[in-house]
Structures are given as structure tokens and as C-alpha cells.
């Protein structure tokens, strides 16, 4: 495909096809990705065109080869303890609240697992300088590329990706030297448990989350589909659970079931607490519905 220009109709078909299979929606100015992230592909399965690509997942019994392409189009690079604001609101402004409680962590769009990973070291970390900390931890990993899951699973890095983002302490404490390669150490891999996921699919049954990453992943999304994101995780949440976004995004605009909050590291976004029933003296309080707003 390097060799042969993308056409505007065979690249706005997939567009149509990869917002509708995972929710992304791809400029009209990134056909160099596509080139670069499927010409593999399409040598390796003997395809000449786009349009011939499109054909083949489209059709029945190619579940295989459709994995293979949304998983080449939506595998990203990833660091440890990436943008380390999101880190210090958990280390310094949330976990305070969770001193002698269980905490439970939703980590989406994990990639190859640096971001959960982070979680239960920031966690760990914390429990050792201040002699207490959550009771108990459990962060839940989900991505929708197979790949990156089984590398997260794996907990295996190379020495340039350990590099990325991680100290010699950090190195030293957290994981074990394997050859020319550094593995997590399993107490730690026993914290988190992965799963696939996409995020435009239900997401109930993963239960419901005291903090919620979600980072760097709406900007992708339609505005219908963030607005929907956003008030299915609110429902994933429980009662003043943190959302914790990109730095570029917020819930502004989108809903009205979180608060923001400022914080020197950066913005929280909470879970807006239940209204009041009006009236009388019941005490009693609903929930939010959609029609609410």
C-alpha cells in the first residue's frame, strides 16, 4: 500500500468502519498512519488496496483479521508514571480519604500496562512513607487491543522501556532483572487484573470504581459517543468517586454529574453527589437520569 495512494473514498470507508468498530474517529489528514500501521498487515495476508482490506473484514468470518487491524490502529506507546500529575492528585489529594479503607481502581485504556502498573507502585509507595494507606487494593486494566493486554499480563519490559519514565529506586523496588529485561514482581502483578474492553460497549459488569483513569482517551472519541462515555462512568462510580481525565480534557460541556476540582496538581472531577428528593422531611435521595439534564 506504500506504493499506492489512499483514496479519498476507500480512506472515508475506513473512517466509517474503525469509528463503528471502536468509537475512533480518525482525521481526515492521518492516511500516512494508516499507511504506516497497516502495510503489514496487508502484506503479510497478500491485500494490494485499502478498499480490498475493507472487503475482507467486512465480511463474514474475519473476526481474526478485524482484531488485527483495529488492534494495529489503536496500539499506542505508553510511559510510566505518564504526565506524573494524575500520580501526585492520587498520591497527595486521594488516597488521605482511603487511610484504613479498600480502594478499588479503574485504569482504562491500560496499553502494555504501564498505567496500572504506576497505580500500585504510587499506592505502595505511599503505604511505606506514611505507615498506613488503603486496607486493601484492587485496580481493574482494561484496553481493547489483545496485544497490548497480554504484554500488560506479561509485565515484561526491554531496557528502553524501563527507562521511560522510571527511577533506579523504582527499578530496584518494584521489579525483578530477567537477562537483558525487567519484570514486575508478582506481589504487585496479583494488584491488577486485566480485561478487554471497549469503551463503547457496557462496561457494567466490571462492577464500580473509588477512582476512575481514563486518560488521553476521549480525544479520539465523537462528542456523542465522550458524552456517553462520560455518563456510563458515572455510573461505574461510587459515591464521590474521582475521575481522573487527560490534561487536555474535561467533562465541561458534556455533562453535569461531576465537580470539578482545582487542585496544584491538577484537575479532579467528582462524582456530583445524589439530589436531595424536594419536600419533606423523608431524607430520602435519588439518582440522576439522563433526562435530568
Request: contains cysteine.
Amino acid at each position: 500500500m506504500a506504493n499506492r495512494a489512499i483514496g479519498v473514498e476507500e480512506y472515508r470507508r475506513f473512517q466509517r468502519f474503525l469509528e463503528q468498530s471502536a468509537g475512533i474517529v480518525l482525521g481526515d489528514n492521518k492516511r500516512y498512519l494508516v499507511d504506516s500501521r497497516l502495510s503489514a498487515i496487508m502484506a503479510e495476508e497478500g491485500i494490494a488496496t485499502l478498499e480490498e482490506l475493507l472487503s475482507r473484514v467486512e465480511g463474514v468470518g474475519a473476526g481474526a483479521l478485524r482484531e488485527k487491524v483495529i488492534d494495529a490502529m489503536t496500539t499506542n506507546e505508553t510511559l510510566w508514571f505518564r504526565d506524573r500529575k494524575p500520580f501526585q492528585l492520587l498520591e497527595q489529594v486521594i488516597l488521605p480519604e482511603f487511610d484504613g479503607r479498600p480502594i478499588r481502581i479503574w485504569s482504562a485504556a491500560c496499553s502494555s500496562g504501564q498505567e496500572p502498573y504506576s497505580i500500585v507502585f504510587t499506592i505502595e509507595s505511599y503505604r511505606e512513607q506514611h505507615g498506613g494507606g488503603p486496607s486493601r487494593v484492587e485496580v481493574v486494566a482494561t484496553d481493547l487491543s489483545p496485544s497490548m493486554l497480554e504484554a500488560a499480563r506479561r509485565a515484561e519490559y526491554d531496557t528502553l522501556s524501563i527507562g521511560r519514565g522510571l527511577s533506579e529506586q523504582h527499578k530496584e523496588r518494584f521489579f525483578d532483572r530477567k537477562g537483558d529485561s525487567w519484570v514486575v514482581k508478582p506481589r504487585y502483578r496479583r494488584m491488577v487484573s486485566f480485561r478487554r474492553l471497549n469503551l463503547q460497549e457496557s462496561f457494567a459488569s466490571l462492577g464500580h470504581f473509588d477512582v476512575i483513569f481514563c486518560r488521553n482517551v476521549l480525544i479520539y472519541f465523537s462528542e456523542e459517543s465522550k458524552r456517553d462515555i462520560l455518563e456510563r462512568l458515572a455510573q461505574a462510580m461510587n459515591p464521590d468517586g474521582y475521575l481522573i481525565l487527560g490534561s487536555s480534557e474535561s467533562t465541561a460541556g458534556y455533562t453535569r454529574r461531576y465537580k470539578t476540582e482545582r487542585h496544584p496538581q491538577g484537575a479532579l472531577f467528582r462524582l456530583v453527589p445524589p439530589v436531595e428528593e424536594s419536600g419533606a422531611s423523608s431524607g430520602r435521595r435519588r439518582s440522576f437520569q439522563l433526562s435530568d439534564f
